[in-house]
């Protein structure tokens, strides 16, 4: 089979593409022919050591995919996936899913897809869906009627402003290029942000305060975290699930000493781990109904894998314009 290795924790010049024998699965494991293997910013941070995975090199990488169970290792739960269309992830047995085939555990590592759902979603149904169900989840279970959203022109930030709308939450977004906020609104948001404007501060306190914004997400990290624990409003909370900016996170103490703001974090395997077996599947129920419509991702390209080096640098150069899949066969 082939398969795209990291050699080094070097970024894409270290990915090499090579031959491996089919891996067997064992007690509880299936076999997933990979049929598609999308390009998240956590792949980018994968590549070069930046990730909460740093396992020793030569590592598989790929975050999630989809495709069918085409063995089954001995349990009930493998014989009941085998034949089965699903998405996988990229974590724990098995390890990343940029190969033509993978085996991957029935505990976690596969979930079943709806037979109405192409392959291609299918393959971006784990990360973007679930993390954006989850943070309207959290907003609503902790009686957020707003939240503020930073990287919100992502597809992520796109799934997060449908779902907002479709619940009744607010979405205070920030971005950082003009054309983003163009785009934004285009699609329906009420109040887009650009951080790179002066004035920027302002206007996101005026938000947050107009809006009663005790929550927010942030993907960037760095003076960001602080700008926004700044200007929501005392006993408020920043959750950091990305450092895009790639900088340690710049906040006064005295706003969490004085007005008992926080700074927690966000990781979504650890958080779906933690939820019960049957908020889980509820999560993964409810994301796969509404990927046709609120969760849908827009693709902008498809490569082979042998081309994963192009397709990393043009999803580098545009993040924002749709997704980049890699094709396994």
Known sequence: MTVAVLNSYSGADALSIEQRPVPKPGKNEVLVKVAFSPLNPSDLATLEGHYGFKNPTPIV??????????????????????????????????GGVWSEYVVKSVKGGVLPLNKSLPLEQGAMSIINPQTASSFIAIAKEGGHKAIALTAAASSLGQMVNKLGRSEGVQIINVVRREAQVDFLKAQGAEIVLNSSEAGFEQELHDACHQNNTHLAFDAVAGPLTGKLLKAMPENSKVTVFSALSREAIQASPGLMIFENKAIDSFWLGPYISNQSVLKTMRLWKRAQKQIPNHLKSNIR?????????????DYRSQMTGGKILLRMS
Do not use: D, Q
């Open 61 to 94: 990488p790929g975050g999630e995919g989809s495709g069918e169970v085409v063995a089954a290792g001995p349990g009930m739960m493998a014989s009941y996936f085998n034949g089965k269309r699903v998405a996988c992830a990229g974590w724990g047995t098995g």
């Open 301 to 313: 390209k498809i490569y082979p894998l042998h081309e994963v080096k192009e397709a990393i640098r």
